[in-house]
């Protein structure tokens, strides 16, 4: 195969290693197989109330979660948070259903989409949607596809609008679905995130914001 | 002539451990940790089958290497990324080196590698003449300090909120007015965020390289990893051979398992899968992709299966916050990229057993690091089998194999035996008498130097032992 070729005359070292790699496991190493395969019921408690424990978990995580009924109280919502902030253009990816609700709620903002390029840096918020949400963890979901890799880092607010069909009880459950559906084919990055930006690196002493953003708010919405 | 990495590792641990500010900084700082981790703990229904489980899926990883490498790199390639494998640290420096040179590189933002501090990348970089910025707090505060990290997972854990106050006000040029962490981090922000967006090239390491989807998993708190990843229009990961697992759902334990291990969370702010580089219709993202696999004497410790599953090592630096050595030696002592009962392990095996085997003595063989590693490694018997090769290699002293030939004839002869213990509580009883306890002519100089002095038996246990049994 040409590729292979190239890749041996480019990196002499590629088919050493695995040579050694291949010599070394030769000799197998002596394992006593265990009674039985752990399952993930046994290490995870099952997630009972999906909802109820999200919630808790964004309390845990630092992060807002504030449930609304439809979207003009999520639109509402979402005025209410960005009136909050400092002047200053905010980041929306580009979906249509962001653009209705972002438009009801900051009539007049200056705003930049995500289909014009990457955030900039004065932004003071990014408006995004979620692949999942994550009950066991408090976490949300992110892709390529939910407005780029800076929309959930550069901007020291990140808003995420999301409903409530789009929660699933637990990590396993996202990755899985990740994995089937070929996510990570489809999008170069995926993240999942569990509240607001943070170091403890001095003295360990908590510090909310580092980096990123300082604010993570899930606006939950209970119908479609 | 320099001392030996052994003779550095006696004079800095005894400085160190008499160092008793030093103490005090680093028990707070795993007191935290402590009380982090038991609540961590809790919230995972059977720590026991969660270690289990981390350890069955790094196995299953290390001893099919070959295949689920060549799976990652097969996956990343399709999509137009590049994948390097690098036999040591001279070719992973020089690739990287030349990808910036090649691409006009003149700043690099880097997020926490261990990695990269093992092959001494930043350096090679520089030489370059190449600015580096290293972007985790604690790891820009110990590159302020031209220092190495202290501890793999809080690089700056040995240092107070004053001191980085000075040192910001010394070393950034601008005014600091307080040493609130908070006011700190906001600084250090300010500054990084213009690397962030000038840096042509961001370096990252990886947590894990999962097969099965090609991408690289990184987890961090502070999103300088994200940025590193986002902004720049090249992405360079540096890792180890050893860090590939199997499945994506194997996150969904080992992402909690590293998390609470690591600082007691439930799971790390931001678990960052990338895949390669930005894709058609992506608002954002780097260019170039690029993976270098290094190996650095790693295929050479997967030939021992004895001691093989070190490779499992998540480096969540769990055996390091326990360990009573390392509590009272500290990170830097140990003159090495790992340190604590991972790295007494590990360094060997990469640097040369005859210049570390002293780490594999820098243990009390407790086993406090075996019970919490969470994939499970035998920590302190691989110090022992580390104790053992080096003396099959004849890596020991003529001095030390005459002294444990006089110990062992001693232990064969019982009158031979009791006439060192005789003498040596003579001399003990002349020593004391004469006040020199702690002294160079104490025989117990090494204990009684910073102790109150061992107390002297009446009788030798032999005379005790004899006593006893006639009375009863």
Not at chain 1, 68 to 80: M, N, P
Not at chain 2, 359 to 366: D, R
Request: glycine share 8%.
């Amino acid at each position: 195969m040409p590729q292979t070729d190239r890749a041996q005359s480019e990196n002499p070292s590629r088919e050493q290693i695995l040579q050694r790699i291949r010599a070394g496991l030769r000799t197998p190493v002596k394992v006593e197989e265990p009674a039985a395969t752990t399952s993930d019921r046994m290490i995870f408690e099952p997630i009972q109330n999906p909802l109820e424990r999200f919630q808790q978990e964004c309390i845990a995580n630092l992060m807002e979660c504030a449930l609304t009924a439809d979207s003009t109280a999520s639109a509402r919502h979402l005025a209410d948070v960005l009136q909050s902030l400092p002047e200053g253009e905010i980041f929306v990816q580009d979906d249509p259903s962001l653009r209705r609700v972002v438009e009801l709620a900051a009539p007049g903002r200056a705003i930049r989409w995500s289909s014009q390029g990457a955030p900039s840096e004065a932004s003071q918020a990014t408006v995004t949607l979620a692949e999942a949400l994550i009950a066991q963890t408090g976490s949300i979901l992110v892709t390529a596809s939910c407005g780029g890799r800076g929309a959930s880092v550069i901007a020291p607010c990140h808003i995420v609008y999301a409903t409530i069909p789009q929660l699933v009880p637990d990590l396993a459950t996202a990755l899985g679905r990740a994995s089937r559906e070929q996510t990570l084919d489809h999008n170069s990055f995926a993240c999942v995130i569990s509240g607001s930006s943070r170091t403890a690196d001095i003295e360990k002493i908590l510090v909310q914001g580092a980096h990123g953003p300082r604010r993570l708010v899930v606006i939950l919405q209970t119908e479609r | 002539m320099s001392a030996t990495a052994a003779q550095r590792f006696l004079q800095d641990a005894a400085v160190k451990s008499a160092d008793l500010m030093h103490r005090e900084v680093i028990r707070r700082g795993m007191d935290s940790y402590d009380a982090a981790h038991l609540k961590g703990r809790a919230r995972i229904k059977d720590w026991e089958a969660a270690r289990q489980r981390c350890q069955e899926i790094k196995r299953e990883a290390i001893n099919h290497l070959d295949r689920y490498l060549l799976q990652f790199e097969e996956k990343v390639a399709a999509r137009g990324g590049h994948v390097f494998w690098a036999a040591n640290s001279e070719e992973a420096c020089a690739y990287v080196k030349n990808l910036a040179t090649r691409l006009n590189v003149k700043t690099v933002v880097k997020s926490k590698s261990m990695v990269t501090e093992e092959i001494h990348l930043g350096t090679a970089l520089e030489k370059a003449g190449i600015k580096v910025w290293e972007t985790d707090f604690g790891e820009f505060i110990v590159q302020l300090r031209e220092e190495g990290p202290y501890h793999i997972v809080t690089p700056a854990m040995h240092l107070l909120r004053g001191q980085i106050a000075t040192l910001f006000q010394e070393k950034l040029g601008q005014k600091i007015e307080s040493d609130d962490p908070a006011y700190l981090m906001a600084v250090a922000r300010r500054v990084l965020r213009e690397a962030f967006f000038s840096a042509e090239m961001g370096i990252s390491g990886a947590n894990f390289l999962v097969a099965d989807a090609g991408v690289i998993a990184i987890s961090t708190n502070e999103g300088n990893g994200r940025l590193c990843t986002s902004i720049p229009r090249i992405h360079v990961v540096v890792t180890g051979i050893e860090k590939v697992i199997p499945r994506l759902e194997d996150l969904a334990v080992l992402w909690p398992v590293l998390a609470t291990s690591g600082t007691g969370q439930g799971i790390t702010t931001y678990g960052t899968l990338i895949g390669g580089a930005r894709q058609s219709g992506e608002a954002d993202g780097p260019e170039e992709f690029h993976v270098v696999l290094v190996d650095n004497g790693r295929s050479q410790l997967l030939a021992d299966p004895e001691q093989r599953e070190v490779l499992h090592c998540i480096r969540c630096g769990a055996c390091l916050n326990i360990c009573p050595v390392f509590r009272h030696v500290g990170g830097h002592t140990y003159g090495t990229t790992y340190p604590g009962p991972i790295g007494s392990v590990l360094t060997p095996h990469l640097n040369g057993i005859k210049e570390f085997k002293h780490l594999s003595y820098a243990s009390s063989l407790c086993g406090a690091c075996t019970s919490v590693c969470p994939v499970k490694i035998d920590l302190h018997h691989h110090l022992l089998q580390n104790r053992r090769n080096a003396t099959e290699a004849g890596a020991t002293k003529a001095s030390e194999r005459l002294m444990f030939r006089a110990w062992r004839h001693a232990m064969l002869h019982p009158r031979i035996y009791a006439l060192g213990g005789w003498s040596m509580r003579k001399a003990l009883r002349i020593a004391y008498g004469l006040g020199l306890q702690g002294s160079i002519l104490d025989p117990m100089r090494v204990w009684n130097r910073y102790r109150s002095p061992v107390p002297l038996p009446a009788e030798s246990f032999r005379a005790r032992w004899r006593r006893d049994r006639a009375a009863n």
